[in-house]
Nanobody
Framework: QVQLVESGGGLVQSGGSLRLSCAASGSAFSSYPLAWFRQAPGKEREFVAGITWSRTTAYSESVKDRFTISRANTPKEVYLQMNSLKFEDTANYYC???????????????????WGQGTQVTVSS
């Protein structure tokens, strides 16, 4: 069982930066693939970035070269560094954990078993 708690959201101007954090509890954290998803009002939840236990990463095309996902096993956290933020990045951002030892990053939310409550990111234009 894994519990996830996001933090770091807020209001930022277009072109600015934010760093999201997701703190995890539970055992075997180092084996879980982790990802960030986001959901804007009236839209479906979408994949943003993911990282495996071996630190293989993947990004959606819309955030590639602007966002960076990373993880630390001590403390048990995953991060999303967001640079050059755009108005369209405004959304509620969710941290998720998938099945242990999966060697690939999945972009499907169906592959993630544990979710945080979300943190709101608002980018003013």
């Amino acid at each position: 069982q894994v519990q996830l708690v996001e933090s770091g959201g807020g209001l930022v101007q277009s072109g600015g930066s934010l760093r999201l954090s997701c703190a995890a509890s539970g055992s075997a954290f180092s084996s879980y693939p982790l990802a960030w998803f986001r959901q804007a009002p009236g839209k479906e939840r979408e994949f943003v970035a993911g990282i495996t236990w071996s630190r293989t990463t993947a990004y959606s095309e819309s955030v590639k070269d602007r966002f960076t996902i990373s993880r630390a096993n001590t403390p048990k956290e995953v991060y999303l560094q967001m640079n050059s933020l755009k108005f369209e990045d405004t959304a509620n951002y969710y941290c998720a954990a998938g099945a242990p030892w999966n060697p690939e990053v999945s972009t499907s939310q169906d592959e993630y078993d544990y979710w945080g409550q979300g943190t709101q990111v608002t980018v003013s234009s």
